[in-house]
């Protein structure tokens, strides 16, 4: 186990948060605390390693204000992105409408989508995969209150629900704000084991029961 761990905290994973005016804060927060955290045990149990590199971008990299009127400030614009993204997390939010009609956004994500190992949406954030043309032919979830919308809207879209995590592999979607954090458990288990994404909901208090 532990040499596994030390392997896996070698590959430093590039995880990118693109954040808009009105997203949902807890939708970047959750899923970050748990790349966060286990980030910070992956170091203390491999000597110095780390996991996780994690990056909130925005198209301008200025201060944004969340649905809460949170005032966010991201780590720097969409032109910061690292050439090679390992994560990219599309947070929802009240926001997630307007930022659905922000064409250079959409085609942005469309790109980084293209050069990314995987891409994950949180509550209404699917919305912004869907107009990039992302979950064409796939399975995904979002907000149980807009699932009929998205349905509507993208009908090539394959849309359920009742689950808080969808995972396709490279596209992973999750139901709304708090399961952004059972999808942030879902790849720390996928890539780091079970037993440290069962570490990190202890840590964070959180009952997860769809990760495993």
């Known amino acids: 186990m532990q040499q596994a761990l030390s392997k896996a905290g070698r590959a430093r994973r590039e995880v990118v948060f693109v954040l808009y005016e009105g997203v949902q804060s807890l939708d970047v927060s959750g899923p970050l605390e748990v790349f966060s955290g286990a980030e910070r045990m992956l170091r ?3 000597g110095g390693s780390r996991g996780y590199r994690l990056r909130t971008l925005s198209r ?3 201060k944004l204000r969340s649905s809460s009127g949170l005032t966010i400030v991201p780590d720097g614009s969409l032109r910061d992105a690292p050439a090679a993204i390992d994560t990219l997390i599309i947070p929802g ?3 997630s409408r307007e930022a659905c009609e922000d064409s250079e956004l959409v085609a942005w994500i469309e790109r980084a989508a293209a050069r990314a190992a995987r891409v994950a949406a949180v509550c209404t ?3 912004l995969l869907a107009r990039a043309g ?3 032919g796939r399975t995904a979830t979002t907000h149980h209150h807009r699932v ?3 349905r509507e809207q993208h009908p090539q879209v394959r849309v359920v629900r009742g689950l808080r995590v969808v ?3 490279s596209v992973v979607t999750a139901a709304g704000v708090t399961a952004g954090i059972d999808l942030g458990l879902q790849l720390v288990n996928r890539f780091f084991g079970r037993q440290l994404a069962n570490r990190v909901a202890d840590v964070m208090e959180y009952r997860a029961e769809q990760f495993v």
């Open 44 to 46: 203390a149990r491999a």
């Open 60 to 62: 301008d990299g200025e």
């Open 93 to 95: 939010g009240a926001g």
């Open 125 to 127: 954030g699917a919305f």
């Open 134 to 136: 992302i979950l064409d």
């Open 148 to 150: 009929d919308e998205l």
């Open 167 to 169: 995972d396709q592999g």
